[in-house]
Nanobody, 118 residues
């Protein structure tokens, strides 16, 4: 019931930008405020990896490979989490997943494809 839903993926050229959105429309606002969120990605033949995370109090962490290029943020009033991706590289090509963590329980969105061409 509380599974997040991603949107905003697409195809861009290297150096371009995309903004991914993750919404949790079925949960109530007070629950969203307690959630921690993470953006993960999985490229073909590779393991899923954490790209960025944001806690309920707004603390953020990033993978070294995206620091300075990606920004994670949240808008509690919209029950949404965003991943702004600038300076995209072909190696950023992957399916991007939003993960919601509420009181130790994780739920995942279906993913959105990001393809970066050189």
């Amino acid at each position: 019931q509380g599974d997040p839903v991603e949107s905003g993926g697409g195809s861009v050229e290297a150096g371009g930008s995309l903004k991914l959105s993750c919404r949790a429309p079925r949960i109530i606002l007070s629950v969203f405020w307690e959630d921690d969120y993470g953006w993960f990605r999985q490229a073909p033949g590779k393991q899923r990896e954490l790209v960025a995370s944001i806690t309920s109090d707004g603390s953020t962490q990033y993978a070294d490979s995206v620091k300075g290029r990606f920004t994670i943020s949240r808008d509690n009033s919209r029950k949404s989490v965003y991943l702004l991706m600038n300076g995209l590289k072909p190696e950023d090509t992957a399916v991007y997943y939003c993960m919601r963590r509420y009181r130790g329980q994780d739920s995942w969105g279906p993913g959105t494809q990001v393809t970066v061409s050189s």
